[in-house]
């Protein structure tokens, strides 16, 4: 394998940065470490988008607008109106919400409380953001918008007032439907209007465990441990999406948000995602220092990046255990 990950480093310097001449030589320095976008390349159902949270730029792209399944990324819209009632003071934090027989007979991830117990808003929050528990989310959607079915709607219609214009939702976990699609620049946009709009409640997405009746469940988002930086925001996995991820890190005061759809493992979603923002923050801090660096906004397959790599790289992570979150 040494020969190919030669090559490997190689295309992903090609890949992360496009440079003007006087910078060629410094491109092996802003080359993210290994397992970036290329080890993807090859999935039909991968989608990426890099951006600068202070400007708005688009720093990478791939397949950016196709319509891709959220699973329970789906979960940061279902939030993104609870905090709207609770910044508007519709809703409290010590409301409680009442599990029903439809909340209740959610398939995993789920809290497990049975029909007619309750809990907090803030307890309901915290299962969302942390163990993406369906049957919480569906409790939680039905004491805002009355049912499902209302709430969704209120979704699908948000998100178009915030500018996701490709994005429809019909059930607030993003478990299954076919007629539950977003992008990946849809979900860059949520992730964005969240940190924006609510920086009073976007500390929900960096807890790292949610602790409830003496059960400690942690945070399905491992890069909130491993990568410095990273303080948000979900993840999601079903058989249709495959794993997906937005992550939002700081650095030196600059805001990257990375979203990755369709990965076939939860390494390669979680490598990839590590290293779209350590490559955007290596941009970012060339241009810092004066270097005239540009990052590709869409870029085609390195043409040295073959399927028996990425057949290798696939491989190698598809033992993993695929729990639903």
């Known amino acids: 394998m040494g020969g190919w990950n030669a090559k490997l480093t190689g295309a992903l310097a090609a890949l992360a940065i496009a440079a003007s001449p006087p910078v060629f030589a410094g491109l092996a320095a802003l080359a993210p470490a290994p397992a970036a976008a290329t080890s993807l390349f090859g999935q039909s159902r991968y989608a990426a988008l890099l951006m600068d949270a202070s400007t708005g730029e688009v720093l990478y792209a791939r397949q950016p607008d196709a319509e891709r399944f959220p699973a329970s990324i789906t979960k940061v819209m279902t939030l993104y109106l609870v905090f709207e009632r609770l910044a508007a003071g519709q809703l409290r934090l010590e409301d409680r919400v009442t599990m029903s027989a439809r909340a209740a007979a959610q398939r995993p991830s789920k809290l497990g409380l049975k029909a007619g117990e309750t809990l907090s808003v803030d307890e309901a929050i915290r299962a969302l953001a942390t163990k993406s528990a369906n049957d919480v989310a569906v409790a939680l959607a039905e004491h805002v918008g009355g049912s499902e079915a209302n709430f969704a709607r209120l979704m699908t219609h948000r998100a178009h007032a915030l500018g996701m214009t490709r994005s429809r939702f019909v059930n607030p976990s993003g478990l299954p439907d076919a007629r539950q699609v977003t992008t990946a620049r849809d979900i860059a946009t949520l992730s964005l209007a969240v940190i924006r709009d609510f920086p009073q409640y976007y500390g929900y997405f960096q807890q790292q465990q949610f602790v409830f009746q003496g059960r400690v469940m942690p945070n399905h988002n491992h890069l909130l441990r491993t990568m410095p930086g990273v303080d948000g925001i979900k993840t999601g996995f079903t058989n249709a999406a495959g794993f997906t991820l937005a992550a939002s890190a700081v650095r030196d005061g600059r805001r990257l948000l990375a979203v ?33 660096v540009q990052v590709a906004d869409l870029l085609a397959e390195p043409a040295d990046l073959n399927d028996a790599l990425l057949s290798t790289l696939v491989e190698q992570g598809s033992a993993d255990p695929a729990p639903r979150r």
């Open 260 to 292: 990755v759809l369709g990965s076939p493992t939860r390494p390669g979603r979680d490598s990839n995602v590590e290293a779209l923002l350590a490559s955007g923050f290596r941009v970012l801090a060339a241009r810092q220092a004066g270097e005239r």
